[in-house]
């Protein structure tokens, strides 16, 4: 089968159908491992116990850029190549990505205030992730409030590619500016700093909430098909009672 | 397993994160059998898309 065989909604359909009881399966293994790793992982020789929010925290931020990532790949398929499947996928990527957001960002403001003595500062990491969760409010509403579907669709896509531009801002705003927020220290050329013992599960709980992710998106795109189906019939219907 | 003297914030955490990720699945699976329970409806009536009827 081609990969442009997906392009064609009912096969995807049947597809997805076919992969999503796997997927829930593996995520659910997945969390029940990396959670019992995760909360009876050693507390940290600096923060103590609180470093288990780390184990949510780190994942749902990385999910967070993640779903615009992928909104933007959505975004070039919507309006560079028209895919039909594109617009579906950047829409149902948008609540995903906002729930991790949302997530990175309660989580770490529950974890600032005891070892920063603060829930929240001004700080370039925490504002650009700020910015990232306002992007998908506004990507949200886009396609939420647009009277005709494929309108919101583009000015969502546009938004997606101009939003973008944040990614790199939020992955090196430590870098680039003096942080409260520490630099990173999963993914560095010089190799982890985290202790294995930490890092295992953080490991384990991030590829769970990356099968959640994906187990989600294909959830909501099967949905928006459907919805999408809906409408088209009320169209046919409405044209039949005016003729 | 201790929390320690910050247990509060550490189970609003993950209270918070759990709260989120479950309404995120029931939003999906009440959406699905909204839009099956639709489809079936319109199904009944004899409604088809134009895809079906060119097919």
Request: charged share 15%; glycine share 6%; net charge positive.
């Amino acid at each position: 089968m081609a990969v442009i065989d997906l392009a064609n909604p009912t096969r995807f359909l049947r597809i997805v159908d076919r992969v999503l009881p796997w997927l829930i399966a593996t995520t659910v293994v997945l969390f029940a491992v990396g959670l019992y790793r995760a909360l009876n992982a050693p507390d940290d020789y600096q923060q103590g116990a609180t470093v288990k929010i780390m184990f949510l925290h780190v994942p749902a931020a990385w999910l967070g850029m993640f779903g615009w990532a992928l909104m933007s790949i959505a975004a070039l398929g919507t309006l560079v190549w028209r895919h039909p499947l594109a617009d579906v996928a950047g829409k149902a990527a948008a609540p995903i990505g906002a729930a991790f957001t949302f997530i990175c960002l309660v989580t770490g403001s529950l974890w600032g205030r005891p070892t920063w003595g603060t829930y929240w500062v001004w700080d370039a990491r925490l504002t650009s992730m700020l910015v990232l969760l306002l992007l998908y409010l506004g990507v949200l509403a886009l396609y939420w409030t647009a009277e005709e579907p494929g309108r919101g669709a583009r000015a969502a896509a546009i938004l997606s590619l101009v939003g973008a531009v944040n990614l790199p801002i939020i992955k090196f705003s430590v870098d680039w500016w003096n942080t409260l927020h520490q630099p990173a220290s999963v993914f560095r050329l010089s190799g982890s700093t985290i202790d294995p013992s930490l890092l295992t599960p953080l490991l384990i709980m991030a590829l769970a909430f990356t099968f959640l992710f994906v187990t989600l998106h294909l959830a909501v795109m099967r949905n928006e098909i459907l919805r999408r189906r809906v409408r088209s019939m009320r169209l046919m219907q409405a044209q039949e009672v005016r003729a | 397993m201790s929390l320690g003297p910050h247990a509060d914030f550490i189970v609003a955490a993950y209270a918070v994160t759990l709260f989120v990720v479950a309404a995120l699945i029931a939003w999906v699976l009440l959406d699905y059998a909204a839009q099956r329970r639709v489809l079936g409806n319109l199904e009944e009536l004899g409604v088809t898309r134009r895809s079906q009827r060119e097919g």
